[in-house]
Every structure is written in C-alpha cells, then in structure tokens.
C-alpha cells in the first residue's frame, strides 16, 4: 500500500455530448484540482458533439478524444482504456467539483481493499425543480451523511452515482468494463455491483462531493425518471435476479402491477357502485400515503419553513414514481416482445 505523501496518479474521464452551456464551468473547476497536477490527467469522451462543445474543451490543458459510437458507457469505457491513473474518477460535463474533489477520493484508497469509492451529488442551482430532487423522500441523487464500508450495493441509494464515483483502474480489466447495452441509468449501480461481489470493498463518503445541474422542469425531470425505470428494466431482464439492481426491479415491478390493479379496479367500483368499501380502498392506495408524505414535508417545514413543499411535494413524488415504473414496464415488455434488439 503506498503512503499519502506519495499519492496516486488519477484520471479524470467526463464523458459529454452537445454541453456547450455547461461545460466550460466543469473545465475551470478541473482546474483549481489541490492534488499534484503532475499526477492528474483528465479525459474528455466526447460523443461526436454538433454544437461547440470541443471548441471549448480544446482550450484546455485536457485530452480530447471523439467517440463516434452512441451510448455513455461507451464513452467511459473508451475514457477508461485510454487512461494511465491508477485512479479512474467520473464526473460529468453538467457537474462542478470543488478543489478538494481528487485528495479526497484518494484518502479512501489508502486500504488496499477498497477498490471503489462514491460520494454526494448536490443540486448546482436553486430552482424549484432541484430544490425538490435535494429535498424529497428519496432523493434524485445520493446523498450520504456518514462514511460507510460496504461489501455490496444496497438500498435507498447507498450506491455511488455515475456523476460522482472512482474505482481502481486494475478492477476494470478484472471483472469487465461498464455494460453498453445499459443506456438509459443504473449503470454505475450494476458495475459497483460487480466489483463488490469480485470481494472488494466500496466505500460511500460524505466529505467526497460535485455540485450537479438537475432537470429544471418538472417535464425533463418526470422523463429523467422513465428513463431510470427502462435502465432498470433492462437490468432486470439481462441479469434475471443475478444482482441487487434486478431484485429490486423485479419488487417495483410488482408493487407498480399490484397498485395500478387496485386502484383501477377500485376506482372502476366506486364510479359504478355505491360501495363504500372500495371508496376505502381507494383512499387507502392513494390519499392516504399522499397524507403521510405531507406528513412529513411538514415536519420538515417546521426546521426551514418552505411550507409549499407541504402540498406541491408529496404529487411529485407520487408522479416521479409513476413515471419511474411506467419506463420500467415498457422496457420489460419491449425486451420480452423483442429480445434480439438488444446489441
């Protein structure tokens, strides 16, 4: 094991495609890096970008390499082979990182056995729409208060984000690169997952932080969310219960079909009957969590008084998980219907 006064050296690889507004910011903070900048390289994977994109990166003192192949896992993978770090970091282009970023990924490494390491992602601007992907239920993002040790991927996000993780180089080539057939999320999740069952360990640590531009309308933020849901899906149908992303999946799949059932079935009954037991039913499906949910926004609004989220909040969260299992549905249905597509 190499002591601290003798660091590793790291390769920063952001993968971007048509990011003209927000890459130049992500440059100038790669900038500022504290660590020895004889020991830091930084990739930029660019997805054959149409608008300025490279024009700006070029300005650079970084390596720019044009993928002309779709798909982010590509571009990772492509940034990974053409690395030299010991260390691989990943950010992305609409992220910012502060000037500690690198030293204390590092510090994590110092135990042989730690071989990948995650950290917070926190909402870059203040719009209402990234105000709640910060302050929801379940956050968009992880987000972790305490340093934890982990032998494997577990639940409510205690995972590292693609935006925000780092693994030895030396992992890679043992137990395979990024799945390119998963495009649409939980990529990171499945790779970590890998490396945590070759026997190594995953560390999540909260000093370890980007800054990261979320969705601004609730549009772009409700499909951000579909397209988790079909990166899920396909997990689920490519893994088939082998690792802890499709276990979940599988789980969310059948709460969604058990909850669409009773709710449309029970809003079918009130509407042609006098029955006040689906009426019941009904409310218990849907009122009822919504009441808990403002529950706790309230409780929440009694510590930083933004009372709106008492009552905007808990439909969001309601339309989010919709959209969630709906873009898991129609990738479960589209890879059974039609399995060879997948390449």
């Known amino acids: 094991m190499k002591d601290y006064e003798s ?14 507004l927000t890459i130049q910011p992500l440059m100038e903070s790669l900038q500022k890096l504290d660590y020895d900048r004889n020991k830091v390289e930084v990739i930029v994977v660019d997805g054959n ?16 390499i044009v993928e002309k192949r ?28 502060p000037t500690n970023w690198i030293t204390k990924i590092v510090e994590n490494f110092k135990d042989p056995k730690v071989s990948c390491v995650g950290g917070s992602a926190k909402a870059l601007d203040s719009d209402f729409i990234s ?25 409510f996000f205690r995972h590292p984000a693609g935006c925000n993780m780092a693994f030895r180089r030396k992992v890679a080539e043992e137990v395979g690169y990024f799945d390119e057939n998963i495009k649409y999320g939980f990529d990171e999740v499945e790779f970590t997952d890998r490396v945590c069952k070759a026997g190594y360990k995953m560390v999540l640590d909260p000093n370890v932080v980007v800054w990261h531009k979320h969705r601004s309308s609730l549009k ?5 969310n579909f397209q988790y849901g079909k990166g899920s899906g396909l997990v689920l149908k490519r893994n088939k219960l082998k690792d802890s992303v499709s276990k979940w999946s599988l789980m969310s799949i059948i709460g969604f079909i058990i909850w669409m ?37 309230g409780y929440r609004a009694l510590q930083n008084k933004k009372f709106s989220r008492i009552v905007v909040f808990p439909f969001i969260d309601l339309f989010r998980v919709l959209s969630f299992c709906a873009g898991l549905a129609c990738q479960v249905i589209k890879i059974t219907q039609n399995p060879q597509t997948i390449s």
């Open 7 to 20: 660091p590793y050296s790291v390769t920063v690889i952001v993968p971007v495609h048509n990011r003209e």
């Open 49 to 64: 970008s149409t608008d300025k994109t490279q024009e700006i990166v070029k300005k650079y003192p970084v390596k720019l």
């Open 70 to 97: 779709k798909g982010l896992n590509r571009a990772r993978n492509t940034g990974i082979k053409s690395s030299k770090g010991e260390i691989i970091a990943f950010t992305d282009s609409d992220c910012i990182v």
């Open 131 to 155: 105000q709640y992907a910060d302050n929801s239920v379940v956050r968009l993002m992880p987000f972790f208060t305490k340093r934890e040790e982990l032998n494997g991927v577990k639940p």
């Open 220 to 224: 772009d933020f409700l499909k951000q």
């Open 261 to 297: 059932t009773v709710v449309g079935g029970t809003t079918f009954l009130t509407l042609t009957t006098s029955s006040s037991i689906s009426l019941w039913i009904l409310f218990g499906f849907t009122g009822l969590p919504m009441i808990l949910l403002a529950l706790v926004y």
